[in-house]
Structures are given as structure tokens and as C-alpha cells.
């Protein structure tokens, strides 16, 4: 596949979007860049610890500075699970490149997250796994250009049913 724009991969924390990017990235000879890893940068701390000390709604306004910051073309994007709370964050990614949605089930998610407390998930405190992906998934399907169901699929299996979907897209 050539000539094809920024990948940007969305979906609720455990889907697999840092991983299969990097996979990704690593198939298409493309650059890969992680928001996750952005902000953490920018803040000079890890997410929980922004989250544990500033709060969600804090997290969030750092995750959309660095959305509308990026500069990039032709790049595998992994992004954070709550970037679908910016509306101006997913605009300029949509202006970038596809939106690739990686779309998993709840009982996908909780085999996959186990770990809630430590993941720097920008959410209300008390917010369960199951609330955060009813609020989550109808904005992933509202902004998703493209979306490619990775349920119960291994990483080679994901990136497999992932490239066969971006040919399709692009054939």
C-alpha cells in the first residue's frame, strides 16, 4: 500500500492501539507516534500521576494540546482511549488521516484491563469499566472513518484483519 495518510488508531484502553501501531507502523515503513507517550512528556509525568493529582478533566485539556499540536503526515498514530472527547482534538486528526476505530467488546475489555487504577484512564472518579465504555462507544462509532472489529484476536491475527481493512479502504 502506498501513499497512504496518517493511520490514526482509536478505541477503549486494552483494544491493542499502542501495540498493533507499533506492528503497524513497523509493516507500512511508517513513522509511529503514541499520544499517551506525548503527554507524558509534556507533563513531565507519568498519566496517573497527572489524573491522582490534577484530576480527569485536567488530563483531558493536556491530551487536547497535544492533538492540536501534532504536526505530522504519513504516521501510525496510537492515541489515548478518552481523545473522542475532543471534538476540536478529533478534527484535526480526521484532517491528518483515518480514523481507525479497534473496536472490542466489554467482556473483551475486562479480560484485557485489569489494571483500571493504575492506567491513567480519564474518567470520574468511581466510574466503572463497563460506564466508561457505554459513554465511550457511541463516540468511537460517531468519529470512526473506518472500524475493524479485533475481538478475542492475538496481535497477529488484529494486525492481519487491520491491513486487510486499510487494503480494502485504499484498493
Known amino acids: 500500500m502506498k501513499n497512504l495518510p496518517s493511520i ?3 478505541g477503549m484502553p ?3 492501539k499502542s501495540t498493533l501501531g507499533v506492528l503497524l507502523a513497523k509493516t507500512l515503513a511508517m513513522p509511529f507516534i503514541d ?3 506525548l503527554i507524558q ?3 513531565g509525568e507519568t498519566l496517573q500521576a497527572h489524573l491522582d493529582r490534577e484530576g480527569y478533566q485536567s488530563l483531558r485539556k493536556e491530551e487536547e494540546k497535544v492533538l492540536l499540536d501534532l504536526n505530522f503526515t504519513n504516521t ?3 492515541t489515548g482511549g478518552s481523545v ?3 471534538a476540536a482534538g478529533m478534527e484535526a486528526l480526521a484532517k491528518a488521516g483515518l480514523r481507525v476505530y479497534l473496536k472490542i467488546s466489554y ?3 475486562i479480560k484485557r484491563v485489569n489494571n483500571q487504577g493504575e492506567r491513567g484512564l480519564a474518567c470520574k472518579p468511581g466510574t466503572t469499566l463497563k460506564d466508561l465504555y457505554d459513554e465511550r462507544y457511541p463516540l468511537y462509532e460517531r468519529y470512526a472513518d473506518l472500524t475493524v472489529v479485533i475481538d478475542d484476536c492475538n496481535f497477529d491475527e488484529a494486525l492481519a484483519l487491520l491491513l486487510s481493512s486499510l487494503e480494502q479502504k485504499f484498493a
Open 8 to 10: 490514526i488508531l482509536i
Open 14 to 16: 486494552g483494544a491493542g
Open 35 to 37: 499520544t499517551d507517550i
Open 41 to 43: 512528556e509534556r507533563m
Open 76 to 78: 501510525v498514530i496510537a
Open 84 to 86: 473522542v472527547y475532543s
Open 107 to 109: 467482556d473483551t475489555l
